[in-house]
């Protein structure tokens, strides 16, 4: 294990339709191979230490896509809270999700909503599933807070700093991104965690999210604790 982990990995899990393309099989074969490598990341990320886990499972613009399969993927939602739902309390990960939940169809969201009540407790790892979400609309809701903040007379612009504004997005107690990592060889970051993200390291692989494995992680979190993180410093500063 590396002597440096980030504290908070994310991953744009993309590659699943293209799985299933490459071996002739319908897109939602890709869907249901890319949930049992969730399952596994899940649990090596935990066993491994890291303290919050995001995973981006479904944007806002993924809403676009067929109705077939949008609604399956909904069903596989239904299916993994079912199933992992007591492996996530017997391992003390504490689940969360983010986004614009209300446009979740109702059965689902109150099984995710209640696993996050059932977990709530729990003192591991953080698993935040990104559901319904886009980097962009959590900023627009936090200046959408902000203003009705201010137009009520409880905040003045002068009191909104770069360092309080994270308080109104989603889930204010999860830190920025340290280790972003994106799989299908996609060089991009699809309007993901735009905030939490501006310090990241960033890692592509090549692979497609359903080929991905344990030493993929660990691959990438290597990389990680080889790079000197700067935050705007030059080198000379962080070896003092």
């Not at 744009?12 to 299933?20: C, S, T």
């Not at 303290?51 to 609604?71: C, I, Q, T």
């Not at 972003?180 to 309007?191: A, F, H, V």
Request: net charge negative; aromatic share 8%.
């Amino acid at each position: 294990m590396p002597d440096i982990l980030p504290v908070h990995l994310a991953i744009i899990m993309d590659g699943n339709g293209r799985w299933a393309k490459q071996r002739k099989m319908p897109r939602i074969m890709g869907h249901k191979k890319g949930v049992d490598v969730v399952n596994k990341v899940v649990r090596h990320s935990s066993r491994l230490g890291i303290k919050y886990l995001s995973l981006f499972a479904f944007s806002m613009e993924n809403w676009k896509r067929p109705g077939d399969e949008v609604g399956f993927l909904m069903r596989l939602l239904d299916e993994y809270i079912e199933k992992e739902l007591t492996t996530i309390l017997k391992e003390n990960i504490r689940f969360t999700v983010t986004g614009q939940t209300e446009l979740i169809p109702e059965g689902t969201r109150k099984k995710l909503l209640d696993a996050a009540d059932r977990s709530a407790a729990n003192t591991g790892m953080v698993l935040n599933l990104a559901l319904s979400y886009g980097g962009r609309a959590e900023i627009a809701d936090a200046g959408r807070r902000i203003a009705e903040l201010a137009a009520a007379g409880r905040l003045k612009p002068e009191d909104i700093t770069e360092d309080n504004f994270l308080e109104f997005m989603y889930h204010p107690e999860i830190p920025d991104v340290d280790l972003l990592i994106r799989t299908s060889g996609e060089l991009r970051i699809s309007n993901f965690m735009l905030w939490r993200i501006a310090y990241s390291e960033l890692y592509f692989t090549d692979k497609l999210w359903p080929d991905i494995t344990e030493d993929d992680i660990d691959e990438a979190l290597e990389d990680f604790a080889g790079r000197t993180r700067r935050f705007g410093k030059t080198d000379e500063q962080i070896d003092t």
